[in-house]
């Protein structure tokens, strides 16, 4: 059964550098069938997806954040990262990692699993 | 694509069906929408994709429907684990993919 587990810092001073590592289980990243994913949702609010990763490298991410963000993987770890750059108070939220299934074209689709999420407080 | 997620708050008794609406600012291509149910502290679990595709061990009582800008999550008989939010979530064309606000579905 494929499992995700988000890890990260907790707290982030504004302004600073945000660094999510998503650790894989039961299955392989190295898949041309799944994408993989970061999502954050802030408390009260509905999910808001940031950048998803393909085994090959190509990334897609949303363009609101996009001049911020980084995704990366780590395939012999089976692991992928985010890093958030010049954080702010808005970036408060759980961020979550998930896979991000791929339709008959490659196209990336709809997310399951996701991982448990994992706080991240921006604050001096 | 803008998605709006309506009522906010459904207060139903269990055994009551549910009917949860989303509705998008633009057509949703090739009715690529699902649904998902999240309970409190726990993340969001997938329920439906495709618009009306069950996911793996996703109970028969839950059921997707619509097209184009207007979709719905059907809940026949609601069971007392079935009180929690629902979203849904648009990943048809470019980016970004893009999520409703919720209905919260609350023991009346």
Known sequence: ?124 | IVLTQSPATLSLSPGERATLSCGASQSVSSRYLAWYQQKPGLAPRLLIYDASFRASDIPDRFSGSGSGTHFTLTISRLEPEDFAVYYCHQYGGSPPWTFGQGTKVEIK
């Open chain 1, 1 to 124: 059964q494929l499992q995700l587990q988000e890890s990260g810092p907790g707290r982030v001073k504004p302004s600073e550098t945000m660094s999510l590592t998503c650790t894989v289980s039961g299955g392989s990243i190295n898949s041309a069938s799944y994408y993989w994913g970061w999502i954050r949702q802030s408390p009260g609010k509905g999910p808001e997806w940031i950048a998803s990763i393909y085994f090959n490298g190509k990334t897609y991410s949303n363009p609101s954040l996009q001049s911020r963000v980084a995704i990366s993987t780590d395939l012999s770890k089976n692991k992928f990262f985010l890093k958030l750059r010049s954080v702010t108070a808005a970036d408060t939220a759980v961020y979550y990692c998930a896979r991000h299934v791929v339709d008959a074209y490659g196209d990336p689709n709809y997310f399951d699993p996701w991982g448990q999420g994992t706080l991240v407080t921006v604050s001096s």
